[in-house]
């Protein structure tokens, strides 16, 4: 189930309140200087013009940036990339790439850009954290995309909160390649040096579960969930990358505020990026798609991304 915290709904109603205001006095502008020009009445005296300017140029500027997020910013995907240095590893490195919240929908968008992408970067494993699908008719055009994806020593990926609810009994990641984890550990080897990906399908914050099994200190643990409200119960527990999605880095941020809203417990704590919460690194990657409809089908300063860490020797 989806919680909007208190902070989420007052930035909310402040972004549609300010929205309103704008909107609402340009229209009223424009609407008091058509009737005007109906009855054959001059405009308003130069003196008053400035401000009537200032909000003309307000609301040309809100326009642009609309179209900006509606049309650019969706289909312009940003590619991490992050070293991290371990002492775990001994001779070699592995490329690990993270894919997170494709929402294949009726149209493509981000697809094929994200196989020439992937693809490009050799990756050695590729991992997705879930929300794939947003519309029944995009299932084979997401399988087809996730099958062409190379990665010599696997792909893995969990299920999200969509395929936990509205796709269930689709099987989103059959035939694909992806090895889906729930609460098992895949131990991929390179050469000496070895690294266990874990894996946890969606669930809701509210239930008590355990997430992960015991983990072997010597090895580097991946572990791969929907979003980042279990980073605190992994945290010291023998993870050391936490990889997730879901927030979409707020798909629309403002800014000095950024993400207007996360659907995270933890608000705006972990709204993308990395952060270091004890000995474990947590990634929130923005994903790729865009929230399923009614869900505002804009970014906004959180552009689509593909994250890359190359996980190396100390």
């Given amino acids: 189930m989806i919680t909007f915290s208190l902070r989420e709904v007052v930035s909310?109603?402040?972004?549609?309140?300010?929205?309103?205001?704008?909107?609402?006095?340009?229209?009223?502008?424009?609407?008091?200087y058509a009737w005007s020009r109906m009855r054959g009445r001059p405009g308003?005296?130069?003196?008053?013009?400035?401000?009537?300017?200032?909000?003309?140029?307000?609301t040309?500027?809100?326009?642009?940036?609309?179209?900006?997020?509606?049309?650019?910013?969706?289909?312009?995907?940003?590619?991490?990339?992050?070293?991290?240095?371990?002492?775990k590893l001994k001779s070699t490195g592995?490329?690990?790439?993270?894919?997170?919240?494709?929402?294949?929908?009726?149209r493509p968008r981000n697809e094929e850009t994200m196989v020439r992408i992937v693809n490009g970067l050799k990756p050695d494993l590729i991992v997705a954290?879930?929300?794939?699908?947003?519309h029944r008719s995009a299932l084979p055009r997401l399988k087809d995309v996730l099958s062409r994806l190379d990665a010599p020593l696997g792909k893995f990926g969990v299920a999200g909160n969509l395929e936990m609810g509205h796709w269930q009994r689709l099987g989103v990641l059959q035939g694909t390649g992806f090895r889906q984890l729930h609460r098992e550990t895949a131990i991929v080897t390179k050469g000496e040096d070895r690294i266990a990906i874990s894996g946890l399908d969606f669930i809701r914050s509210d239930i008590a579960i355990d997430p992960v099994e015991a983990l072997p200190d010597d090895w580097f643990n991946v572990f791969l969930f929907h979003t980042p409200d279990l980073i605190e119960d992994v945290s010291g527990r023998g993870v050391d990358l936490y990889l997730c999605g879901h927030t979409h880095g707020g798909q629309v941020t403002l800014p000095w505020?950024?993400?207007?809203i996360t659907f995270s417990k933890f608000g705006k704590k972990y709204e993308s990026g990395l952060y270091r919460v004890g000995e474990t690194m947590l990634y929130v990657n923005r994903g790729l798609g865009l929230e399923m409809r009614p869900g505002p089908q804009v970014r906004f300063r959180a552009r689509p991304e593909i994250a890359v860490f190359d996980i190396l020797p100390e």
Wanted: glycine share 6%; proline share 6%; hydrophobic share 50%.
């Fill in 12 to 32: 909310l109603l402040l972004f549609a309140s300010v929205l309103l205001v704008v909107y609402g006095f340009e229209a009223l502008l424009l609407t008091r």
């Fill in 44 to 58: 308003k005296p130069v003196a008053h013009r400035g401000p009537r300017l200032a909000l003309h140029v307000l």
């Fill in 60 to 87: 040309a500027v809100g326009a642009l940036c609309i179209l900006y997020g509606y049309f650019i910013e969706p289909n312009w995907v940003e590619v991490q990339v992050m070293a991290i240095p371990t002492p």
């Fill in 94 to 106: 592995f490329r690990v790439v993270h894919i997170s919240d494709l929402h294949c929908d009726k």
């Fill in 129 to 134: 954290t879930g929300d794939y699908l947003n």
């Fill in 257 to 260: 505020y950024g993400a207007l």
